[in-house]
């Protein structure tokens, strides 16, 4: 039970936000010495940790190309891109991109879209523009609205892709277990679920678009 | 054979220069804070664990010293030129080099085929700027520093929760959080089995941030000894659904913060939980469904 003081650090230092670096060296230090690891130990297993991660760092390099872009007004052109086609609302134009992430995914390319890659300069820009030709104020939403359709779309395609690394590590795991599956049978299972994704999110896009025009109607009768 | 080494050469100098432009414009925490990472990236294999402990423990000293300050707002140009091809290159080049790669498992390392393929992508779509917008490289990593500053420390923050993983499976926090759970559970109820078995691993995922974490453990205290083998649930979906759940819950917790909390710095959010905000009513109704279709599938 004593190991779970680190679970409680986390908790406790997101909540009174403290740095979330410092809680999350803090919670570690806790955790090997509640554990009766030596704290020298506990330093060596974090940095030997924190070496083998760095592949999770390594997508800042595309920021060069991005702020590269911006600079020269590419926010500006996805903007206007939106402009141009009629009919475009924020939320088709995010059910679109939804299943465009779901899609790819399952064919394993994962890296294709992002946050960094496309969502920070072309899809939230989009988004904005769409949902501004609608009425819409609330940009700061919009944006957050963005980012959260491109990781459900990556979650909830991606298991349907039978060489990611979910799929094997279930596979690893089952196999410890004496119990032999194909990846196949695994990712068919993920399709349930990544039809439920799309049609609820969709749903929440759709009544995105629907509240807009209400509250556009609503305006246009109170003037 | 080209691999990670290469991609932490091309990271590692994206964040060395950023070290010296921070330096150059006097902005001395970010710049320090870079040239750690720059540190990391180029020598991490060569300085040993508690080398990169105390490099860790570096980073966190500066990122809790309050000199590390925010990219500074740039007027971006009228548009000219063809952004939105150039924009396309870098998801080309990962699209194409994670096809292509793969047919030369001999010059590219087949495990790192996407990274070896989005660093090529970069390269190469700074090129394309240069030739065709002008723009020369050292340009790029001035934007491209602003946007890094943008972020902050929040963009080692993934890493070093990752780190904390390591930690907390050393230290035996996934057998301790599964015997809670599987202590929880009525018996003879496939419903509770289930119901425990789907909240607990989008509640353990939320806890590490990461369902990968949280399978191993769920599926030794609940999914593989009640659901298949007491209750005769089909393996597959025991498997597959339950990963699912977990998923539901990575998009509840700011402990994912490569997925939540680094795009709403990205994004430039003024509320840093303002993605997992936008997240949480597809990911609820969504866990439900997961728990409702491997409950219908055993029972």
Same mark, same amino acid.
């Given at each position: 039970?004593?190991?779970l003081?680190?679970?409680?650090?986390?908790?406790?230092?997101?909540?009174?936000?403290?740095?979330?670096?410092l809680?999350?060296?803090v919670?570690?230090?806790?955790?090997g010495?509640?554990?009766?690891?030596?704290?020298?130990?506990?330093?060596?297993?974090?940095?030997?940790?924190?070496?083998?991660?760095?592949?999770?760092?390594?997508?800042?390099m595309?920021?060069?190309?991005?702020?590269?872009?911006?600079?020269?007004?590419?926010?500006?052109?996805?903007?206007?891109?939106?402009?141009?086609l009629?009919?475009?609302?924020?939320?088709?134009?995010?059910?679109?991109?939804?299943?465009?992430?779901?899609?790819s995914?399952?064919?394993g390319?994962?890296?294709?879209? !992002?946050?960094?890659?496309?969502?920070?300069?072309?899809?939230?820009?989009?988004a904005?523009?769409?949902?501004?030709g609608?009425?819409?104020t609330?940009?700061?939403?919009?944006?957050?609205?963005?980012?959260?359709?491109?990781?459900?779309?990556?979650f909830?395609?991606?298991?349907?892709?039978?060489?990611?690394?979910?799929?094997?590590?279930?596979k690893?795991?089952?196999d410890?277990?004496?119990?032999?599956?194909?990846?196949?049978?695994?990712?068919?299972w993920?399709?349930?679920?990544?039809?439920?994704?799309?049609?609820?999110?969709?749903v929440?896009?759709?009544l995105l678009?629907?509240?807009?025009?209400?509250?556009?109607?609503r305006a246009g009768a109170?003037? | 054979?080209?691999?990670?080494?290469?991609?932490?050469?091309?990271?590692?100098?994206?964040?060395?220069?950023?070290?010296?432009?921070?330096?150059?414009?006097?902005?001395w925490?970010?710049?320090l804070?870079?040239?750690?990472?720059?540190?990391?990236?180029?020598?991490?294999?060569?300085?040993?664990?508690?080398?990169?402990?105390?490099?860790?423990?570096?980073?966190?000293?500066v990122?809790?010293?309050?000199?590390?300050?925010?990219?500074?707002?740039?007027?971006?140009?009228?548009?000219?030129?063809p952004?939105?091809?150039l924009?396309l290159?870098?998801?080309?080049?990962?699209?194409?080099?994670?096809?292509?790669?793969?047919?030369?498992?001999?010059?590219?390392?087949?495990?790192?085929?996407?990274?070896?393929?989005?660093?090529?992508?970069?390269?190469?779509a700074?090129?394309?700027?240069?030739?065709?917008?002008?723009?020369?490289?050292v340009e !790029?990593?001035?934007?491209?520093?602003?946007?890094?500053?943008?972020?902050?420390?929040?963009?080692?923050?993934?890493?070093?929760?990752?780190?904390?993983?390591?930690?907390?499976?050393?230290?035996?926090?996934?057998?301790?959080?599964?015997?809670?759970? !599987?202590g929880?559970?009525?018996?003879g109820?496939?419903?509770?089995a289930?119901?425990a078995?789907?909240?607990?691993?989008?509640?353990?995922?939320?806890?590490?941030?990461?369902?990968?974490a949280?399978?191993?453990?769920?599926a030794?205290?609940?999914?593989?000894?009640?659901?298949?083998?007491?209750?005769?649930?089909?393996p597959a979906?025991?498997?597959a659904?339950?990963?699912?759940?977990g998923?539901?819950?990575?998009?509840l917790?700011?402990m994912?913060?490569?997925?939540?909390?680094?795009?709403a710095?990205?994004?430039?959010?003024?509320?840093?939980y303002?993605?997992?905000?936008?997240?949480?009513?597809?990911?609820?109704?969504l866990?439900?469904?997961?728990?409702?279709?491997?409950?219908?599938?055993?029972?």
């Amino acid at each position: 039970m004593l190991v779970l003081s680190g679970v409680a650090v986390i908790a406790l230092g997101f909540l009174l936000r403290f740095n979330p670096l410092l809680v999350i060296v803090v919670a570690a230090l806790v955790t090997g010495l509640a554990a009766g690891l030596d704290p020298l130990a506990v330093l060596a297993r974090f940095g030997h940790a924190f070496n083998e991660t760095r592949y999770v760092t390594a997508i800042y390099m595309v920021l060069p190309v991005i702020g590269l872009l911006e600079r020269s007004g590419l926010q500006a052109r996805a903007r206007s891109l939106v402009a141009g086609l009629k009919g475009l609302t924020v939320g088709r134009l995010l059910a679109g991109y939804l299943l465009f992430r779901q899609l790819s995914a399952a064919l394993g390319l994962n890296a294709v879209a !992002g946050h960094a890659q496309t969502v920070r300069p072309l899809v939230a820009p989009m988004a904005e523009a769409a949902a501004e030709g609608q009425g819409a104020t609330d940009t700061e939403r919009v944006r957050a609205l963005a980012a959260a359709t491109d990781n459900i779309g990556l979650f909830f395609g991606e298991d349907i892709f039978i060489a990611i690394g979910s799929i094997l590590l279930m596979k690893g795991v089952l196999d410890g277990y004496g119990i032999h599956i194909e990846p196949f049978h695994l990712s068919v299972w993920a399709i349930p679920t990544a039809i439920a994704a799309f049609l609820i999110h969709g749903v929440r896009l759709w009544l995105l678009d629907r509240g807009l025009a209400r509250a556009r109607v609503r305006a246009g009768a109170s003037r | 054979m080209i691999g990670l080494g290469f991609v932490y050469l091309v990271a590692g100098s994206f964040f060395a220069a950023c070290a010296i432009l921070g330096a150059a414009d006097r902005r001395w925490g970010n710049a320090l804070f870079h040239a750690l990472l720059a540190v990391s990236f180029f020598f991490g294999d060569r300085i040993g664990d508690v080398g990169n402990g105390v490099l860790v423990l570096a980073l966190v000293a500066v990122a809790t010293s309050g000199r590390m300050r925010r990219g500074e707002p740039v007027e971006p140009t009228s548009p000219q030129g063809p952004l939105l091809a150039l924009a396309l290159v870098i998801p080309a080049a990962a699209l194409g080099g994670t096809l292509l790669f793969k047919q030369v498992p001999a010059l590219v390392d087949p495990g790192q085929v996407t990274l070896v393929a989005l660093a090529v992508g970069v390269l190469l779509a700074l090129a394309l700027c240069w030739l065709i917008l002008r723009r020369t490289p050292v340009e !790029g990593v001035r934007a491209g520093r602003r946007l890094l500053d943008e972020i902050g420390w929040a963009a080692v923050m993934p890493q070093l929760l990752a780190s904390l993983g390591a930690v907390f499976a050393l230290a035996g926090v996934g057998e301790v959080v599964g015997g809670l759970v !599987g202590g929880a559970i009525p018996d003879g109820s496939v419903l509770g089995a289930t119901i425990a078995y789907g909240l607990g691993m989008a509640l353990f995922t939320v806890v590490m941030g990461n369902a990968f974490a949280a399978f191993p453990v769920m599926a030794a205290a609940v999914g593989i000894p009640l659901l298949v083998r007491h209750y005769g649930g089909d393996p597959a979906p025991v498997a597959a659904i339950g990963m699912l759940a977990g998923f539901c819950g990575t998009l509840l917790t700011p402990m994912a913060a490569n997925f939540n909390i680094v795009p709403a710095a990205l994004l430039e959010l003024k509320d840093r939980y303002g993605v997992i905000r936008a997240q949480a009513a597809t990911a609820l109704p969504l866990l439900l469904f997961n728990i409702l279709l491997l409950w219908w599938v055993i029972r």
